[in-house]
């Protein structure tokens, strides 16, 4: 992985919100440098509760589909719970061929008005991650989605069945997206490393059907939030999450 060119110094996120909502395709997804921000916020008190789109049972080329989405259901919620969090949900998209549309942004929206968050976490939904490389399409359609869910949640009129549901309209403060190309602010987690690779560790046989040469979590792990803490450019911070920041109020 090839270290991106940075630009300014970044912002340090304002933590003016009680409750988050991480929003993904799959299992693992906010392993990867978000739950070390999710440890700090737990810690600190605050509600942090997560929803992924499909069980990621395509993830596992050994494992039929039926088993991988079990197995790497209880790894996720495993995994959770090494950062504090209890509450874990998960939507009946299909791993790998999630399409966006009115579908997605309804389930998407519908967990909003459930969990009622100031925060919402999705993923970068532009074709290429920080350091050039690809991004996925589930996590294309899931961020693209999520973002139209946001305003979806807010406004009555949309989806109204919703609402017959129980679920009354509620407006997200924040709209945050990680593996951003272009980076607004970060979240100094400098003394969260070991618990977010501990929460990456957690998903065992996912880790292990990876190729031999992929990096190990304990390598993995830190090499993202340090290039985060370089892209902050901020005094005292060696590990950083870095996120693309929208204030809604």
């Not at 810690?43 to 069980?55: N, S």
Request: proline fraction near 6%; hydrophobic fraction near 45%.
């Amino acid at each position: 992985m090839s270290a991106p060119a940075f630009g300014p110094p970044l912002q340090e996120m304002p933590e003016e919100f009680s409750s988050v909502l991480c929003v993904v395709a799959h299992p693992d997804d906010i392993e990867y440098g978000t739950a070390a921000a999710v440890a700090k916020w737990t810690e600190a008190g605050k509600t942090v509760t997560y929803f992924l789109l499909t069980r990621g049972e395509a993830g596992i080329d050994t494992m039929a589909p039926d088993e991988a989405a079990t197995v790497r259901e209880a790894e996720e919620r495993a995994s959770a719970a090494v950062v504090g969090v209890t509450e874990v949900d998960f939507g009946t998209h299909r791993d790998g061929v999630v399409e966006y549309g009115l579908d997605l942004r309804r389930d998407i929206a519908r967990e909003i008005r459930r969990r009622r968050p100031d925060l919402v976490i999705t993923g970068d939904y532009g074709d290429r991650f920080v350091a050039g490389m690809l991004n996925q399409a589930d996590h294309r359609a899931v961020g693209l989605a999520t973002v139209d869910a946001v305003a979806d949640a807010g406004n009555r009129w949309i989806f109204p069945e919703l609402v017959d549901e129980g679920f009354e309209p509620w407006n997200v403060k924040v709209l945050a997206f990680s593996g951003p190309s272009k980076p607004t602010h970060y979240v100094d987690v400098s003394d969260r490393v070991e618990v977010a690779v501990a929460s990456l560790e957690a998903h065992t046989a996912y880790n292990s059907a990876l190729p031999d040469d992929f990096p190990k979590p304990d390598a993995l792990v830190p090499m993202i939030l340090e290039m985060g803490a370089q892209a902050a450019q901020a005094d005292g911070v060696t590990h950083a999450l870095v996120l693309d920041v929208v204030n809604r109020r």
